[in-house]
T-cell receptor, first 114, second 110 residues
């Protein structure tokens, strides 16, 4: 199916465990992003990538690791999960345009750290 | 840096009421402005956008005008429906990174 897909949709993990959230897009967009959504904070950028093997920090990168070995995949890893990382995580992709670059979002992963 | 401020929610309206959700921004250069909508249990999807001053974006009865003099991009709809119940996000991009407001929860009652 064309589009951007995230997996899993729901995940419960324990404090201290490593967990990886997957993101796959079929458009070959250059840019990919990871956001977290929390009540009162809107969407905050965790990491983004401008191309394969190029990644950069966003607003809230601490405790997260990303990689982008292939253009279509952009996994997000929580190295040692903490309760403060309980959130809804959204992956997005975009292809830069001169004006008005639109981002396309996945359906989100709801992560609970207990 | 760039920032977006939305009116605080939640907003509750009756069907066929007029909707305004305020959005103001701070940015360097000439940003593009967006409204995204998030329906329950789903990701964000683009509702409308405007790329330069005085542009009006419109879609599904929603409108917003890019006002550079007031740094605003308020969302309006003349007659809301129950199906418009969702969270609305104002956003801007300068380059390839989107900056979002906090979101406004809209509930429309029949």
């Amino acid at each position: 199916d064309a589009g951007i897909t995230q997996s899993p949709r729901y995940k419960i993990t324990e404090t201290g465990r490593q967990v990886t959230l997957m993101c796959h897009q079929t458009w070959s967009h250059s840019y990919m992003f990871w956001y977290r959504q929390d009540l009162g904070h809107g969407l905050r950028l965790i990491y983004y990538s401008a191309a394969a093997d190029i990644t950069d920090k966003g607003e809230v990168p601490d405790g997260y690791v990303v990689s982008r070995s292939k253009t279509e995949n952009f996994p997000l890893t929580l190295e040692s999960a903490t309760r403060s990382q309980t959130s809804v995580y959204f992956c997005a992709s975009s292809e830069p345009q001169l004006w008005g670059t639109e981002a396309f979002f996945g359906q989100g992963t709801r992560l609970t750290v207990v | 840096g760039n920032s977006v401020t939305q009116m605080e929610g939640p907003v509750t309206l009756s069907e066929e009421a007029f909707l305004t959700i305020n959005c103001t921004y701070t940015a360097t250069g000439y940003p593009s402005l967006f409204w995204y909508v998030q329906y329950p249990g789903e990701g964000l999807q683009l509702l409308l956008k405007a790329t330069k001053a005085d542009d009006k974006g419109s879609n599904k009865g929603f409108e917003a005008t890019y006002r550079k003099e007031t740094t605003s991009f308020h969302l309006e709809k003349g007659s809301v429906q129950v199906s418009d119940s969702a969270v609305y996000f104002c956003a801007l991009t300068s380059g390839s990174r989107l900056t979002f407001g906090e979101g406004t929860q809209l509930t429309v009652n029949p």
